[in-house]
């Protein structure tokens, strides 16, 4: 299903549309593998991110490790200010899925990146603080940019995706 997902510009499947939005891009690769993930949503209120947090974890599917499995949802705070208050205090902001974990800690996962779209991107929770290094002679990226960056001004101390990790989700299970 994240497979499916890659670069779509509207997410329809199996018959069913979602919003282009990151809750929408997982909730699109869940029902593809036949799973509906909001079929509790009517019961929470909140954005979206937070409808799938609370689902997972009234069914104890939530946990947090730096070595998650593939299909994993993962769920960060505070990759934007969507109170506009000037404060770091936005919980359950965002959400992607894992696509696959690979040696020393790297994880790649895919998501609907504010510009480019839906994104296969990386994460290291053992290196959270780590954007970029030198890998056999070619610069890798560690863990991807996450917190939007506002025009004209630098990165805010936390930007990166392992910085503002919250935990993973077990949907699968659901």
Known sequence: GALYVLGKTELVVRGRRFPMDCTGTVLAIYWYAGIDLARDFRRYSGN???RIYRS???ENLLYSSAWPLTGDIIFWDNTYDRNRDGLWNDPLTHVGMVLRTGEG???EYVHLNHSRGIVVERMNLLEPDVYE???MGQVRIVNSPIRLQRPGRPHPPLWLAGQLYRA?????LF
């Open 48 to 50: 979206g991110v937070a």
């Open 56 to 58: 997972l974890e009234k």
């Open 168 to 172: 993973l989700g077990m949907g699968y």
């Open 133 to 135: 290094k030198r890998v």
């Open 105 to 107: 800690g790297a994880i």
